[in-house]
C-alpha cells in the first residue's frame, strides 16, 4: 500500500505508520496563511509563510498543536528530524490558535527557513483529556512530536495533521 503524501508526512515527523484519526475522532484542521487557505502539499514560499498562520481547529475537547519539519535540515539527510517550529497546548476548538488567548504558546512560531531542498512543514493536532501543565520547549532540532505527546499527553497519534511545502530555492 502506497501512503498518501499527508501520512508519509505524519510518519517521518516521529509517528511511523500512525496515521490522523480525523475521520474517526471527528477532528479537523484548517490552515490559512495571509487570509489564504492552505491544502495538503500546497508549495508555498517561505516569505509568505514567515508570519504565524490562522489555524483553526474544530473537535470535541481541548488540544495541543505542533508544527514541525521533519526534513531539516535537507530531505536527502534529516540529521535534525524534526526541526519544532511551533507548538501550542491548552487550545479550544473553533477559535483561532494563538490568538485572544487561546492556548499556552510553548514555543513560539518560527516561520520555514528550507536551508536546502523542498521541506515539509507538517501541523499536528493532539487531544487532551484536560489542562495541560507543561514547560517551554526551548530545543527545536531533534523534537520528536510522537514521544512529546505521547509523555506530556498520553496520545499515541495525532487526530489530524495538515502540511505544506516550502523549497530553499523560493526565498
Known amino acids: 500500500m502506497i501512503a498518501s503524501p499527508l501520512s508519509q508526512a505524519v510518519a517521518d515527523a516521529g509517528h511511523g505508520a500512525k496515521a ?7 477532528w479537523r484542521i484548517a490552515v490559512s496563511y495571509q487570509g489564504v487557505p492552505i491544502k495538503d502539499g500546497a508549495q508555498l514560499k517561505p516569505a509568505a509563510a514567515a508570519a504565524q498562520p490562522s489555524v483553526v481547529v474544530d473537535g470535541p475537547g481541548l488540544f495541543t498543536l505542533a508544527m514541525v519539519d521533519p526534513d531539516a535540515p ?3 539527510a534529516p540529521k535534525a528530524r524534526s526541526w519544532l517550529h511551533w507548538l501550542v497546548s491548552n487550545c479550544k476548538p473553533g477559535l483561532e490558535v494563538g490568538a485572544k488567548g487561546n492556548g499556552t ?6 516561520g520555514p527557513t528550507p536551508p536546502r ?3 515539509r512543514y507538517v501541523f499536528l493536532v493532539y487531544p487532551q483529556s484536560k489542562e495541560l ?3 517551554p520547549v526551548e530545543a527545536r532540532a531533534k523534537f520528536n512530536p510522537a514521544a512529546w ?3 506530556q499527553i498520553g496520545a499515541d497519534a495525532p487526530a489530524a495533521a495538515a502540511f505544506f511545502l516550502a523549497a530553499a530555492d523560493q526565498r
Open 20 to 26: 490522523p484519526r480525523a475521520a474517526a475522532a471527528g
Open 74 to 76: 535537507s530531505p536527502d
Open 117 to 119: 531542498g523542498t521541506h
Open 149 to 151: 505527546a505521547a509523555e
Open 105 to 110: 504558546v510553548l514555543t513560539a512560531y518560527n
Open 133 to 135: 501543565k507543561a514547560s
